[in-house]
């Protein structure tokens, strides 16, 4: 790999890497912080990356490692999950946007009550867009156990979103 192809390749990794560190230790100044490290320890290894098959998978399981050590070390704090939109926030009403903020809260909340397994594999199908392939690399699982994971994760997160929005009560439909 030349110098010109790694640069290009890491600075298509930095924004990625970013987003799925900030999105578990919801700090933008810590995510800069493990993203960095992150980046220094591939510049550090360069020569050994022949052997890695997948780099963007090794660059974002060391982040994801690199990340979970930095919340030991500040006292585990809560993930914020960020709404992101694409759409312009003014197209929104304003009771609209207070519905889709506290569902957001509403889903950092259930998510939080994942399993690990289960939520990392929801935050990087789901709220990252990686591919389940994409996954199996990142987390070292085989295909099933992503499927598994990921179907655990949407069933227990609908079931509570629904008893939410359904204020506890059963309908006909989920009562038989």
């Known amino acids: 790999m030349t110098r010109e192809q790694f640069e290009t390749q890491v600075l298509v990794l930095q924004n990625k890497l970013f987003r799925y560190t900030l999105s578990i230790v919801g700090e933008k100044e810590l995510a800069r912080d493990v993203v960095q490290e992150v980046l220094i320890k591939l510049w550090s290894q360069k020569e050994e990356?022949?052997?890695?098959?997948?780099?963007?998978?090794?660059c974002i399981?060391?982040?994801?490692?690199k990340?979970?050590?930095k919340l030991r070390l500040h006292a585990n704090r809560t993930v914020e999950?960020?709404?992101v939109s694409h759409q312009a926030a003014f197209d929104l009403s304003p009771d609209k946007t207070a519905e889709n903020q506290n569902l957001v809260e509403t889903v950092q909340r259930l998510l939080h009550l994942l399993p690990e397994k289960q939520r990392e594999v929801f935050r990087l199908r789901d709220l990252l867009g990686y591919s389940n392939q994409e996954i199996e690399g990142?987390?070292?699982?085989?295909?099933?156990?992503?499927k598994v994971n990921l179907f655990r994760a949407r069933k227990k997160?609908?079931?509570?979103?629904?008893?939410?929005?359904?204020?506890?009560?059963?309908?006909?439909?989920?009562?038989?």
Not at 49 to 58: F, P, R
Not at 138 to 146: K, P, R, Y
Not at 165 to 175: P, S
């Open 81 to 83: 999950l960020k709404l």
């Open 61 to 65: 399981r060391s982040a994801r490692n």
């Open 138 to 146: 990142i987390m070292e699982l085989d295909a099933t156990q992503v």
């Open 67 to 69: 990340a979970y050590d």
């Open 49 to 58: 990356l022949g052997g890695i098959k997948n780099l963007e998978a090794w």
């Open 157 to 176: 997160i609908r079931a509570k979103l629904n008893l939410l929005i359904n204020y506890g009560l059963e309908n006909e439909k989920t009562a038989s």
